[in-house]
Nanobody, 122 residues
Framework: QVQLVESGGGLVQAGGSLRLSCADLGRSSSNYHMGWFRQAPGKERDFVAGISWSGGSIYYADSVKGRFTISRGNAKNTVYLQMNSLKPEDTAVYYC???????????????WGQGTQVTVSS
């Protein structure tokens, strides 16, 4: 069973950096595609970044291209999101997700973490 747990959120000033981590405690997701989503107050949950199980394919939302970097750990059941040049509009709860089908990763991933808060002050 996939059990995703995020960490690394917090409060940072605009222009700063944070690194989010997501671990699959069930160690079942090494062959799953994984990604990050975020949800700001009063808004829908949006796709941020995704990475295939092999790490060979990577996707970003236009709003974070050039600032965020997604990567997988060597064990493949962990995923990271390095966030640089953070802006106040990046403030949201960030969720890790895992999905066996790459076509579903950006839309309706099957497994979700509980989320971690990221707050960027101006």
């Amino acid at each position: 069973q996939v059990q995703l747990v995020e960490s690394g959120g917090g409060l940072v000033q605009a222009g700063g950096s944070l690194r989010l981590s997501c671990a699959d405690l069930g160690r079942s997701s090494s062959n799953y595609h994984m990604g990050w989503f975020r949800q700001a107050p009063g808004k829908e949950r949006d796709f941020v970044a995704g990475i295939s199980w092999s790490g060979g394919s990577i996707y970003y939302a236009d709003s974070v291209k050039g600032r965020f970097t997604i990567s997988r750990g060597n064990a493949k059941n962990t995923v990271y999101l390095q966030m640089n040049s953070l802006k106040p509009e990046d403030t949201a709860v960030y969720y890790c997700a895992a999905e066996p089908l790459i076509a579903q990763l950006r839309n309706t991933p099957r497994f979700w973490g509980q989320g971690t808060q990221v707050t960027v002050s101006s």
